[in-house]
């Protein structure tokens, strides 16, 4: 058996985690679907509402097969839904749970087949007449491979491992000596270990995507187009739609080319077609397609007034376009749709410091309303929430519709500064800067807008976040320290006049047992009360036979990073220029050098994966290796961590 006839859903196992996880259950209630989630410790916020809840053995859970067949089976399941990410592409899926009777809610294993592979989709574009760039036509694992054809083509190229997904495994190559250990790096991302690589149209081009829906009898409609031009590392970060192009009949074009290719492929379920588009010289080229649920379909929703979600499981059970409630919905490409929305992308990284994902616990947290807000995540006030290298940085979503885009862009700016998280670094301060920036108000950003613009986005960041004020005022402290109202939050209820004896003894001493010192500690003032995250208070401190001493604290949490591996581990130093030190946390993949290795500047030393993306740590300085970390492939290790010791040549040889 390699597919599952379109039939009524009763038991759905949805194989994935966080926002998406509690999305694809909540349309499925409203569908009266038994629901059953798996989760993994620390991570059980989309278990919320779900009818079952089903502890997987590991993280890597998700990507095994054969467990998530044992689940089926001994739940007896009849449909699976994989959202996005994780086994959403995997053609092996959807066979495997045919072969056990398992619909698998998507395309299909012959959509994924011919659309999952980017190969693969690139020859049906080619069959289409459908514009594409010079490329490799068959995938290699060969790094010589690329630079002949980067010799052949000129640079700049983008490489792409052939089954990659969410920015894993693309490299834009721009200078000839960084070709060698990007193209390893995208090989070594890919599942399969090859890679293809084509002529990169960068600059001023927009990334544009259209949301198809078919049903798998060559019938196909589009729910318009999405802008996803603001990236990095080839992650979207936000997403608008329908595209800022201001003239329609740019959009067109590239509509009916995606309802091409849909059509000669029978087209099933969800899907994005993406293309790269210049808006001035109406110039595009098709780039892959997604055969799965976006990350981004929110805003297809917001400006389109579907559930489209709920939509692929009606598909999935035999509805028609008219059932699943898309019969009304206009086709003229020309025609606009009459809302604007955006999406903002919530992650738990430091836009500071090259993204590097924020590990910790999420202390405390909140999200906008109101007209035209939306926000999707699997975080609850009572449940654990834990960032850690094993998943996605995305902790939430948040989407905002109005009918223009100047109203947009404002409901957006608003809804921004009303989010918080504390307990661990996110991108918040990043996107308020980015909405505001006059280019994307102009509805002026192309793929390299966000590199280019970086340094100076930092900088506003920072401006606008020093602009912020409190948003009660200081009246929650205010009224938290003087006792008139009861605290209900998980805080400590530290009040004003609360105060402690504390005695500090010495942990040894060399010959003989330090009497123990009693201080007392009174606090006079309670500023600030967001314990653990943050407190400030004035106090008096009391030393033994001494007058009592004013002072103030402000205590900040710092962001938990893999603390168990880093007390393990030897930590490096800023202050020494021989110290190559972890910028980021992560798992390592693998140390490059040996003690006694000559290296070059900039030369890798070790490989940090995080999430889907290897990162290569180079050197600031030429030398030679004098030390290396003892930490082993596939380790936690944390921001901080000492990966190498680099001396210079001279000074080695006099040892």
Request: hydrophobic residues 40%; glycine residues 6%; aromatic residues 4%.
């Amino acid at each position: 058996m390699t597919a599952v006839s379109p039939r009524r859903i009763k038991r759905l196992l949805i194989v994935n985690r966080g926002e998406i996880a509690a999305r694809i259950i909540s349309s499925a209630r409203e569908l009266e679907i038994e629901t059953y989630a798996v989760y993994t410790d620390n991570d059980i916020g989309h278990t919320y509402n779900a009818a079952h809840a089903i502890r997987l053995r590991s993280p890597a859970s998700y990507l095994d097969v054969s467990e998530l067949v044992e689940l089926a089976k001994q739940h007896s399941i009849d449909a699976l839904h994989p959202g996005y990410g994780f086994l959403s592409e995997s053609s092996e899926l959807a066979r495997t749970m045919a072969g056990i009777n398992v619909m698998v809610v998507g395309p299909g294993a012959e959509n994924l087949d011919r659309t999952g592979d980017k190969l693969q989709a690139r020859l049906l574009a080619v069959d289409n007449k459908v514009p594409v760039l010079p490329a490799l036509t068959e995938p290699t694992g060969n790094v010589e491979a690329v630079k002949i054809f980067a010799e052949k083509n000129g640079l700049p190229i983008m490489v792409k491992a052939v089954d990659g997904g969410g920015g894993r495994g693309i490299r834009l190559i721009r200078d000839t000596e960084d070709l060698p250990s990007l193209v390893t790096r995208a090989i070594e991302e890919s599942p399969s270990k090859s890679v293809f690589a084509e002529k990169a149209a960068v600059d001023g081009y927009r990334h544009v995507e259209v949301q198809i829906v078919g049903d798998g009898k060559g019938n196909v409609m589009h729910l318009w187009e999405r802008e996803c031009s603001i990236q990095r590392r080839y992650q979207k970060i936000v997403e608008l739609a329908p595209s800022t192009a201001s003239d329609r009949r740019v959009v067109t074009p590239v509509i009916e080319a995606a309802l091409r290719m849909a059509k000669t492929v029978n087209y099933a379920s969800l899907g994005t077609f993406e293309f790269l588009l210049n808006p001035t010289s109406g110039e595009f080229f098709f780039l892959e397609i997604n055969p799965r649920l976006q990350v981004e379909h929110t805003i297809t929703e917001s400006i389109c007034s579907v559930d489209i979600v709920k939509t692929q499981l009606m598909l999935a059970q035999s509805a028609s376009f008219h059932e699943a409630g898309l019969g009304d919905l206009a086709q003229d490409p020309l025609q606009a749709p009459p809302m604007h929305s955006i999406q903002l992308r919530i992650t738990a990284e430091d836009p500071e410091k090259n993204y590097s994902l924020s590990i910790g616990k999420i202390q405390s947290f909140h999200f906008p309303s109101g007209n035209g807000v939306r926000v999707d995540t699997a975080l609850h006030h009572g449940a654990p929430a834990v960032v850690s290298s094993d998943f996605d940085s995305v902790i939430a979503k948040l989407i905002v519709t109005a009918r223009t885009w100047q109203d947009v862009v404002s409901k957006a700016r608003r809804a921004l500064e009303d989010v918080a998280v504390t307990g661990i670094n996110t991108n918040i301060s990043l996107l308020r800067a980015i909405i505001a920036h006059p280019d994307f108000q102009a509805g002026a950003c192309d793929t390299q807008w966000l590199e280019a613009r970086h340094t100076d986005l930092l900088k506003r960041s920072k401006e606008i976040s020093s602009r912020r004020h409190e948003p009660l005022h200081g009246l929650a402290a205010t009224q938290s320290s003087s006792g008139s109202t009861t605290n209900m939050s998980a805080s400590p209820l530290f009040r004003k006049d609360d105060a402690w004896s504390i005695t500090l003894k010495p942990q040894s001493t060399p010959s003989q047992t330090a009497p123990e010192q009693p201080h007392h500690l009174q606090l006079t003032k309670v500023l600030r009360n967001d314990f653990p995250s943050t407190f400030a208070a004035d106090i008096l401190f009391t030393r033994p036979g001494s007058q009592p001493e004013p002072y103030s604290i402000d205590m900040q949490a710092t962001t938990s990073s893999a603390g168990a591996t880093a007390s393990q581990h030897r930590q490096g130093s800023r202050s020494d220029p021989t110290h190559v030190t972890l910028p980021i946390s992560g798992k390592l993949v693998e140390v490059l050098v040996d003690e006694g290795d000559v290296i070059k500047k900039d030369d890798p030393i070790c490989v940090i994966k995080q999430m889907k993306m290897e990162i290569e740590i180079r050197s600031h300085k030429a030398g030679v290796i004098a030390w290396v970390t003892e930490a082993e492939d596939d380790e936690d290790v944390a921001e901080g961590m000492l990966a190498a010791i680099v001396e210079d040549e001279k000074a080695q040889s006099k040892l």
